[in-house]
């Protein structure tokens, strides 16, 4: 389960923080490895459980990394407890907490015991938002870290391309009325719930709905529901099914003028920064630190527990300033969500365990 050799160093400088996950494929580190090179803190990518030297800082993102995503066994969970004891006494421990629990997963009992083990054996713990502080101590009452740190989420400003709107909607082949409004739904839709949300936005009217990502757990009566609804609103629908390469994603951002986010619960969701980069409105769910940062920059929620509000927050009315809405969403990301500043924050984190010496487990 360890890989001693399969590590990818980036921008290794006189410090160097160990992220178990694969290099070059995920937006968000590959940023803020840019961050932390301008702190002087270098980078080494490692899939799974790397080996910690002295003085190495490790710092996880998601859990379910240490196992390959696999639902770990007891033995396995035995050696990942050990790994991280020994990196708590020797080293500072970051989590940086994405989700609750592994996605889909919330009542499996392996892949709990490995985010437990996870949030307690940290030093730091950086939240997104306000939101998930209390979630975390209420599903791990065990953990209990040094600092707790609230830092925004970065924006993706690499994703940004030369396309105009225009240009977009003809690569992707999209005839727009007068008037209608382009919802872009990006990502995967992982639940029948998520399903559900999708396809009230759908039967809204002056609506567009482009679906972009992968449908991993599409079942057939809702494949046939997405696709009826498609014939049935004649040609309102465009689905584009499967993993989007980084390099077409600023051709969806900039083909729509809003992004949905069809979420029944969760913590985060990176299309918040994703749709602000690219100046555009976002409606999602009103829960955790999604609900909190939308509210926070006047763009629009729903409770996903009551469909209708996904048509309150559609409401057209709401649009009228959709340009001078997306402007301002790319200004408060500007002002609020720097990658250095994020580095900034976590290295004074780290400077603060460090200096106080790091603590064993009692």
Known sequence: MRNKDSCSSQNIGSDSIVIPHEAGVN?????????????????????????????ETLWVH?????????????????????WLKAAY?????????????????????????????????SHIHVHHGRSSIGKVKKRYPNAKPIITKIINHG???????????????????????????????????RTSEEYLLVSQVARLKGIKLVIAGRLPYIRLRHRAAIFFNKLFYKNSILIVSGMIDEKDIDKFLKACDVV???????????NVFLGFTFSRVVVGPDVGNIGEILR??????????????IKDAFNLRNFQSIISQGAANYKWLDSNCRW???????????????????ESIK
């Open 155 to 189: 924006g993706y400003w690499n994703l940004i391309g030369p396309l105009r709107q225009k240009e977009a909607r003809l690569k992707l082949n999209l005839k727009i009325k007068t008037g209608d409004r382009v919802v872009l739904v990006f990502g995967s839709i």
């Open 62 to 82: 998601w859990p379910e990394q240490l196992t390959n995503y696999r639902i770990p066994t007891d033995k396995e969970l035995s050696e990942i407890e050990k």
């Open 27 to 55: 937006s968000y580190l590959s940023e803020l490895a840019v961050g932390l090179k301008g702190r002087g803190y270098g980078v080494r990518f490692c899939p799974q459980m790397p080996d910690i030297s002295n003085g």
């Open 89 to 121: 006494k020797s080293s500072v421990v970051i989590w940086t907490i994405h989700n609750l629990y592994r996605h889909g997963s919330p009542d499996n009992k392996g892949f709990n015991t490995l985010y437990e083990l996870v949030a307690e054996y």
């Open 296 to 309: 926070k920059t006047n763009n629009f929620v729903y409770n996903p527990s009551r469909k209708s509000t």
């Open 260 to 270: 949905f986010i069809p979420r029944v619960d969760g913590l985060n969701s990176g």
């Open 340 to 358: 250095e500043d994020y580095a900034i924050s976590v290295v004074d984190a780290i400077n603060s365990v460090k200096s106080n010496g790091v």
